[in-house]
C-alpha cells in the first residue's frame, strides 16, 4: 500500500491529472467506491487531505501518537453548543484510510426500524433490508465481520453485563471487521497486531491492485463545473511548511465522488454552489455519546480485552444505545476528577475501573457552516428530547454497575467527584445544565442527506446529487438520520450501492 | 517594602518555574514512531504556552510524595510541542484557548492576580479545583485531558497507576 501512494508533501510545482473517477476522501466511503469502480476498470484517483500512516507505523505508535498523525485536529475538535446543549468532542480521521483507522471496528446493519422510517416516511424505497441485503453481504465479505466472543470481553464488559442482566438489561455480542484480535484494547489508536481489517488494508489495496492512484496531502476545495456536468475537482496540495496550502491541484475527471465526511462534503458543496443553501450543510447528527466510569474492589484491568464487545438495545424505545469500550490509560486518567494529590490518588485507582458508554439516537440540530479557515464551524443544538435522554442514559449506565457492586460511580459531569453507589439517586442529573455533561462523538451524519425530493435531499438515494450529472456523495452525510448504532458498515454499504450503481 | 501586587499575589510561597526550551531526551526520541509522510515544518508550543504547560502539569501530577520529576515534566513539555507540530493550528489554538483561560481566570477565582504560573503550587491547585467546578471547567477537562494522555504514556507513571500493557491473550508473564 504505501509504495503505491503518491505523496504530494513533496511535490514541486502545480499539479493536474486526468481520470475517469475523483474520489475526494479515502476513508469508509470513498475508500469503498474506489475499489469497486477500480475493479469495474475504470481509473480511479483518491484524494486525501491527511498523511498516508503505514498500519505497521500505526500499530508501534502511542495513542498520543495516533492523536497527532492520524486524527483530525489532534482530536481536538468540539461542535459547538448552542442553547441547552452538552459541548461535543467530535473525533474523526485526518489520514489515507479516514476514520476506518481510528474506529473500534463495530459492524451494525442499518436498523429495521430505521430503515422502516427511510422507506415510509422519507420515500427512500430501495432501502429495505432485502434489497441493501447483497450490499451488506458484500461489505462484510471483504472486511471480515466477525462476533466478538465472550471470552474475548475485558472485565470491564463483563462486571457491567453481570449488572444489566440483574437490572433486566439484555446485553448481546458485538460483531466488528476484525481478524485474529488478541484483546489490546487499543483499536482506537492503532492495532499492534494489525486484526483491523480498516480499509486501508482491503479496499484500497484492492483498488491500487487495478491500477487506482491514492494521494495523500490533497485538500480539495471545490468541484470544477462545466454547465450542469461535473467535469473534476480542484484545489490545493499542502505541500508548504506546518501542512498549509500550497500549489494548485486540478484532478480532470468524468465522474467525481465527494467522501469527504459529514464535516468537509457540505462545505465543498457550498464552495462550488451545488446544492439549495436550506439543506447542504443542515440536519447533522452526531450520537453524542457518554461514558459511566466505576470503581470495584477487585482489579478489573480493562484495557485487557476487546474494545468493544457487547450492547444493550432494552433502551433503545427512549433513543439510547448502551455499548461497552474501554480507553487507554492515559485518557482515563483525564477522565478522573481533582487536581494534583486529589488527581493522582484517583488515578491509581485505574487498575480498578470498569467503564461502559451510551449514545444517544439523536434528532438532528447539528449545522456545518464555512469558518475562516480551511475548517467548518460546525454548531449543534439538542433537542429536548435528545435532553431529556443523557440522565436515563447516564442512570442506566450506573444502575447497572451499582447492581454489578461497584464501590464508587463517576458520572460524566465536569468537576463532579466520585458518589458512592447509594448516592447515585440523589444526584440531580435532570436539572443539570447540560454543559455540564462531557460528552464525546465519534458518529457525524446526515449534513448532505439524500430523500425523494430536490426540495429537502442533497442527493438521491443512490447518492447522485440533484441536478448536477456526473456528481456522487458518498460517505456519512447521505446518511439522512442518525441510526442509533456505529455507522461504519451501514456507510460502507451505502457507499458499495453507489459504486454499483455508478458501474451501471 | 511590600507592594501592592505582593500583597494580592505573595511571592513568599512562589515556586519558580524555571523554563528552558524543550530538549528531546535520548528516550523520548527512540520512543517516538516518525512517519515517513507526517507533516513537516509545523509550529509546536510558543515560548508563552510551554511554562504555562509546565506549570499546569506540575499542579496536576503532584502526588502525596511531592511535585514530579523534572525531567518527566521535561519529557512531556517536549512531547506536547511535537504534538502541536504534527497536528497542526487548529489544535494548537484551542489547546492555547484553555490555556489562556486557566493561565488568566483561575488565579482570579482564588482571589489571586494572573498568571497562573506565578502561584504557588498550592494556590495553583486551589485555582485550578475551583475552575474545574465553574462554568469553565470545559477548558480545564480540555487541557487536563491531553497532558493526561501524554503524561500516563511515560513508562514512569504507567506503571505508578498500574498499567501492565498487556492484552488479553498474552501469555503468562
Known sequence: ?504 | MESRRDRLNPRPNLTPILYTPPRVTEALAHDRVEVEDRVLGGVGLTRRMAPATRALAETLFTTEAGPPDAERLEWLVADMDHLFVQAGRRARFVYRLCLLAISLISPLLVWRLPPFRRLSRETRTRALERMERSFLGLAVFGAKAILCIIWYEHPGPAADIGFDGRCLQDPPA
Request: with cysteine; net charge neutral; charged share 20%.
Open chain 1, 1 to 504: 500500500m504505501t509504495a503505491c501512494t503518491h505523496s504530494a508533501r513533496d511535490h514541486q510545482g502545480d499539479l493536474v491529472l486526468d481520470a475517469d473517477v475523483v474520489v475526494v476522501g479515502s476513508g469508509a466511503g470513498g475508500a469503498v467506491v474506489a475499489g469497486e469502480l477500480a475493479e469495474a476498470g475504470r481509473r480511479v484517483i483518491v484524494l486525501e487531505e491527511g498523511p498516508n500512516v503505514p498500519p505497521e507505523d500505526l500499530a508501534r505508535m502511542r495513542p498520543s501518537e495516533s492523536m497527532r498523525h492520524v486524527w483530525r485536529d489532534g482530536a481536538f475538535m468540539v461542535a459547538v453548543p448552542l442553547g441547552n446543549t452538552p459541548a461535543i468532542n467530535v473525533t474523526m480521521g485526518r489520514c489515507v484510510g479516514g476514520s476506518s483507522v481510528i474506529t473500534g471496528g463495530v459492524c451494525f446493519r442499518i436498523p429495521g426500524a430505521v430503515m422502516r422510517h427511510w422507506t415510509d416516511e422519507l420515500h427512500l424505497r430501495d432501502y429495505d433490508e432485502k434489497a441493501m441485503e447483497p450490499y451488506f453481504a458484500d461489505v462484510e465479505k471483504k472486511i471480515h465481520v466477525e462476533e466478538v466472543p465472550v471470552e474475548m470481553r475485558s472485565r470491564s464488559t463483563a462486571l457491567f453485563a453481570e449488572g444489566a442482566r440483574k437490572q433486566g438489561l439484555d446485553v448481546k455480542p458485538m460483531s466488528r471487521n476484525t481478524q485474529d484480535c488478541q484483546g489490546c484494547g487499543q483499536c482506537n489508536f492503532g492495532c499492534p497486531h494489525l486484526a483491523k481489517r480498516s480499509v486501508d488494508l482491503n479496499y484500497l489495496p484492492e483498488a491500487v491492485s487495478h491500477g487506482a492512484q491514492v494521494w495523500s496531502h490533497c485538500l480539495v476545495d471545490r468541484v470544477l463545473t462545466k454547465g450542469t456536468r461535473a467535469v473534476g475537482v480542484s484545489g490545493r496540495l499542502l505541500n508548504r511548511p506546518g501542512g498549509r496550502r500550497g500549489a494548485r491541484l486540478t484532478v480532470h475527471a468524468k465522474e467525481v465522488v465527494l467522501a469527504a465526511g459529514a464535516w468537509h462534503t457540505p462545505l465543498i458543496l457550498r464552495a462550488s454552489g451545488i446544492g439549495r443553501s436550506h439543506v447542504v450543510g443542515h440536519n447533522l447528527t452526531l450520537h453524542p455519546g457518554f461514558r459511566v466510569l466505576a470503581r470495584f474492589d477487585e482489579p478489573v484491568r480493562g484495557w485487557q480485552g476487546a474494545l468493544q464487545s457487547a450492547w444493550s438495545d432494552t433502551h433503545e424505545h427512549e433513543g439510547v444505545t448502551l455499548t461497552s469500550l474501554f480507553v487507554p490509560v492515559g485518557v482515563l486518567g483525564a477522565t478522573m476528577p481533582g487536581v494534583g494529590v486529589e488527581h493522582t490518588r484517583a488515578a491509581h485507582q485505574i487498575d480498578h475501573l470498569a467503564m461502559f458508554g451510551g449514545i444517544v439516537h439523536d434528532g438532528g440540530g447539528g449545522r456545518v457552516r464555512r469558518g475562516p479557515g480551511r475548517e467548518p464551524i460546525v454548531t449543534y443544538r439538542m433537542s429536548k428530547e435528545d435532553r431529556a435522554r443523557i440522565p436515563k442514559l447516564v442512570r442506566a449506565l450506573a444502575g447497572a454497575f451499582r447492581a454489578a457492586g461497584a464501590r464508587e460511580l463517576f458520572l460524566p459531569v465536569l468537576g463532579l467527584r466520585g458518589v458512592a453507589p447509594d448516592e447515585l439517586d440523589g444526584v440531580p442529573l435532570e436539572s443539570l445544565p447540560a454543559r455540564r455533561f462531557e460528552s464525546a462523538s465519534q458518529h457525524p451524519l446526515g449534513s448532505c442527506q439524500m430523500g425523494a425530493s430536490s426540495a429537502v435531499s442533497v442527493t438521491d438515494g443512490d447518492g447522485k446529487v440533484w441536478d448536477t450529472e456526473g456528481l456522487h456523495v458518498a460517505d456519512g452525510s447521505i446518511v439522512p438520520t442518525s441510526l442509533g448504532v456505529n455507522p461504519q458498515l451501514s456507510i460502507m454499504a451505502i457507499a458499495t450501492r453507489v459504486a454499483w450503481r455508478m458501474r451501471g
